[in-house]
């Protein structure tokens, strides 16, 4: 590699430095010591805690991989009934947070619900005996599952999409079926862009808050808030969060371990628009029910209780305050996501044109903020926060005798940086899998014909990456919509999001109210969603 | 170059424009709210407040715990003037972790029953609510009730239905019971009444009211004021769940049953201190009381103050005395012992 220029380094770290300041205002908490607390949670709770932890992982790995990879293969490959709106409609989970469709399934499902009362009514008492319980680990594990599969699908797909015709066509031509050449060529070579989407799957599982609470599965999460809200210590739980990192620290290393193993560039080659095989009559069925199964218990399921709720027993409707709560939800997702995606692109190229190990490793520390649970993420941003204020308070105090007051914290500043922070993985994750099947052959020719780095990636990479930019546009977005926890800390006074409405109405037992505010963040985040995806396509041509 | 340094430009741009804070004008009135109380318990009465006064309220709602950790951080440059919440241990919390002041007019702390402010006249308690027993009028009689204590009794294996310890509600439930008869007692009694659960602690208080109606347990405990709301929601399956239980007072032979209030205090770093004082005033009036008892179902902490029907219908009870600073103090050891009683 040549030798990247300085200041370009300089950026990279100091971005690194600045996006991971919450991660290290968590580790200065290592030496806290929280009186005999550890001692109670690890002969109480803890090794519960871990356990449920590990069995969610593992189960939301398994049901994201089921559900994404098979949706986005056929689609990506094929035509069959309804594969044209399904292409995007499969992306419709992401724009429901996990802890409403918690509500409407628990709604659904419970001993006093509809179903089991139905079914009560059918076969006498006896059923409801063996009716599973919703409010378990295996419950959370299918509604993770089924709201957190689009990322492992939009990833893949897009991988699939630009996956080499070419190696595809040859291993037809040497007589493999469709199903060898996919699990032999098209999936290894899709294999970074999979797992980097399981991976961001089950960060987001790890920091949820709101659905295990709710169906009352004891994870770090809930544990980290009991014993900060519960006993009060604040240290206790900040190193409870901090072993919740090292999980992701492992499950990081896990995904960065197994992109060395195998590296494919050359998913850009030229001509490699998909020639899609049409699927007709029963195996044209087969393949919508694949497609659409998700969309059902992800979306279709929880907004039809949703619309139910608001429509029949919602003891307020619509007025026009919720004009200025969509607003308020909508422009905070739409700069953050600029902010964020343009973050990653800066990080990410860094990474790539910089032999640097400091480099790639602060690159790396900044994916851990989407795995920190918000409240706690939000408070570690409080504090440096309220440093850099007093800092430049007491320099104007001291110097013009000017109070300069609060000038970030408790501002819309605080909320992007908090966000920016917590998605950056997210949109890192889109820009890096799409970087990464560029080949370095590409930039080198390009530098010897004498273009700079910025030359490179505003001609070569950048267009060639669109897909991934937008992918990483539409998730930060979606994202910052449904956010709850930093949101409900960080806000400035009178600034509510359909999110903390909905919360608030969810938090005071009124599940029924909480849908109109949880239904307009489905809608808000349903429009950008499908323009994004139209655009995405016309990329793909 | 050139590119780069527009987009360097058009964050930083951003970055300020966002960081443009919200000035207050000084001429301008103003008290600014941090409350834990829920925006639609909340802004109605703010509303008429500034109605009625001029003063503009700034409001921001938050988890009690959040918005402690956000005063401690933001000290003395908070523009908070006023703390409200949704229990009294959150109160003790503030004034314990110095947030607070004691600048809350005598003349409003008199209004309120001793027992329900702070014994340093830190905060004061707004309104009131009682975690009572409801019970399946069809299959319970209420003379086989007595007490929170003969919960624990084998009499009702299987038979009580009660949320998650990780609800406050249940953590100061708990608290004074360990105030009243220490925690060896209390501990005995937690696993007792662990052992009598229907079901896994799951849900909220009215999941446990639909769960006695729906025959799955005979007994809950519960506040009073959900059960105020499914008795007068729209919700048509609620309304029918809430018609088949009754309420039982707990304790009437001895302390009373065990109350909790939501809160007001005012901040350390307030600056609108007169105007803070203002707010608590009409939070206290008879008509803001009048407002909670009729939309929320919660018991006013004034003396006359007309009640809604429904609460009508539940009679009176004799509420237990207890400071309520206890609450706060004894939360921690009350989460150990429900830790380890397995209540979940």
Redesign the interface.
């Known amino acids: 590699m040549t030798k990247s220029p300085r200041l370009w380094l300089f950026i990279t770290i100091l971005i690194a430095f600045v996006m991971t300041t919450p991660i290290w205002v968590l580790v200065s908490f290592v030496f806290e010591s929280g009186g005999n607390n550890w001692q ?1 949670l690890m ?3 803890l090794p519960d805690y871990i356990l449920n932890s590990i069995l969610l992982m593992i189960g939301v790995a398994s049901g994201t991989l089921l559900l994404g990879v098979p949706a986005a293969w056929l689609i990506s490959h094929y035509r069959f009934v309804g594969s044209r709106w399904l292409h995007w409609a499969l992306l419709l989970p992401l724009a429901m947070p996990a802890y409403i469709s918690s509500y409407t399934y ?1 709604g659904l499902l ?3 619900g509809p179903v089991q ?1 139905a079914l009560r009514e059918i076969f006498g008492n006896g059923v409801s005996l063996w009716f599973p319980e919703i ?1 378990s680990v295996g419950g959370a594990i299918l509604l993770f599952s089924f709201v957190l599969y689009p990322y492992v699908y939009l990833l893949s797909r897009s991988a699939f999409g630009g996956a080499s015709q070419h190696a595809l066509e040859v291993s037809c031509t040497l007589g493999a079926g469709p199903y060898k050449s996919f699990l032999r060529i098209a999936l290894p070579m899709a294999r970074p862009a999979i797992i980097a989407g399981v991976t961001l799957a089950l960060m987001e599982t790890l920091a949820d808050f709101g659905a295990v ?1 709710h ?2 599965v ?1 994870t770090f999460t ?1 544990g980290i ?2 014993t ?7 240290s206790t739980a900040v190193q409870l969060s901090l072993v919740l990192l090292a999980f992701v620290g492992v499950l990081i290393l896990v995904e960065r371990w197994s992109r060395k193993q195998q590296r494919y560039f050359g998913g850009y080659a030229k001509g490699d628009a998909v020639e899609r095989v049409v699927l007709s009559g029963r195996r044209g069925m087969a393949a919508f029910a694949v497609c659409f199964l998700p969309i059902l218990f992800g979306f279709l399921v929880p907004s039809g209780q949703l619309l139910y709720w608001t429509v ?5 409707g619509w007025n026009n305050e919720f004009f200025e709560l969509a607003w308020n939800s909508f422009s905070l997702a739409f ?1 953050t996501a600029v ?1 964020a995606v ?1 973050l990653a692109v800066i990080l990410a190229y860094a990474k790539r044109i910089s032999a640097n190990k400091t480099v790639s490793q602060t690159v790396q520390l900044a994916h851990l903020g989407y795995a920190v649970p918000g ?1 706690v993420l ?2 570690a941003i ?2 440096p ?2 440093w850099l ?2 800092t430049i ?1 007491d320099f104007f105090y001291e110097n013009y005798q000017i109070s300069t ?9 605080a909320l ?1 940086f908090a966000y920016s922070v917590r998605f950056l993985s997210v949109s890192l994750q889109s820009v890096e899998s799409g970087l990464q099947r560029i080949k370095p052959s590409m930039d080198d020719s390009a530098r010897t014909l004498g273009a700079s780095s ?1 030359n490179i990636l ?1 001609r070569i990479h950048l267009p060639l990456m669109k897909t991934s930019l937008l992918t990483a546009l539409i998730l930060v977005f979606v994202e910052v919509l449904k956010e709850l926890p930093t949101t ?2 960080l ?6 999001t359909l999110s ?2 909905a919360y ?2 969810a ?4 599940l ?1 109210d909480a849908g109109l505010p949880a239904l307009l963040i489905v809608l808000t985040g349903l429009i950008p969603v499908i323009i994004l995806s139209k655009l995405m396509d016309k990329s793909h041509a | ?1 050139k ?2 340094n527009f ?1 360097l430009f058009s ?1 930083l741009f ?2 300020v424009t ?5 000035h207050q004008a000084s001429a301008e009135e103003v008290v ?1 709210v941090y409350s834990a109380r ?4 909340i802004k109605p009465l703010l509303d008429e407040f500034s109605k009625e006064s001029g003063i503009t309220v ?9 918005l402690l ?2 005063l401690e ?3 003395r ?3 908070a003037d006023i703390l409200i919440t949704t229990d009294a241990g959150r109160l003790h ?1 503030a004034k314990e972790s110095g947030v607070l002041k004691a600048e809350i007019d005598r003349e409003l702390l008199e209004k309120v029953p001793a027992n329900l402010r702070d014994k340093d006249n830190y905060w004061l308690g707004l309104t009131t609510r009682a975690r009572v027993v409801v019970y399946a009028k069809d299959r319970v009689d209420p003379k086989d009730l007595s007490t929170y204590e003969a919960l624990a009794d084998s009499k009702w294996k299987n038979k009580i239905c009660i949320r ?1 310890s ?1 609800n ?1 509600y249940n ?1 100061s439930l708990v608290a004074s019971m360990i105030s009243h008869q220490g925690e060896e007692k209390t501990a005995q009694w937690a696993e007792g009444l662990v052992k009598n659960l229907a079901r ?8 446990q009211v ?2 006695v ?2 025959g ?1 347990c005979d007994l809950a405990v519960v506040n009073t004021y ?1 059960l105020g ?1 499914m008795l007068n ?5 609620q309304r029918q ?1 809430a018609d088949k239980v009754a309420v039982f007072w707990p304790n009437q032979q001895d302390r009373g049953t065990h109350i909790n209030v939501s809160g007001i205090a005012i901040t350390k770093s307030s600056k609108n201190t007169a105007n803070a004082n203002k707010l608590i005033k009409f939070l206290l009036s008879e008509k803001s009381q009048q407002w909670y008892a009729e939309t929320n179902n919660e018991y006013p902490v004034l003396d006359g103050v007309q009640v809604s029907d429904t609460l009508k219908s539940w009679g009176t009870f004799h509420s237990d005395s207890l400071n309520l600073s206890k609450l706060g103090e004894l ?2 050891a009350a ?2 012992i429900m ?2 009683a397995g209540w ?1």
């Open positions: 109670h002969d109480t709770l628990t419970e001993f006093e009362s409010r609470q169906f009352g004891d809930t808030y009991r900060w809200s519960g006993l009060g210590d604040t029949t027993t919602a003891e307020t700069i902010v343009i409240t939000a408070i409080l504090i926060l309220a204020d007093k308070d007051g609060l000038l970030l914290s408790g501002t819309l500043f992007v910025w505003g409900l800390i806000r400035p006074f009178n600034f509510d903390i409405r608030e109405m938090a005071d037992e009124r029924a | 170059m590119r780069f987009t964050t951003m970055a966002l960081a443009m804070p919200v600014n829920k925006a639609q318990l700034n409001l921001i709602t938050s988890k009690a715990d959040a950790k956000r951080s933001e000290g440059r908070s523009p919390r998650s990780n406050i953590q896994k602690p799951k849900g909220g208080d009215r999941d639909k769960a109606a729906a799955q959900y709301q929601g729209k919700d048509q399956a769940a939360n921690p989460v150990k830790d380890r979940r």
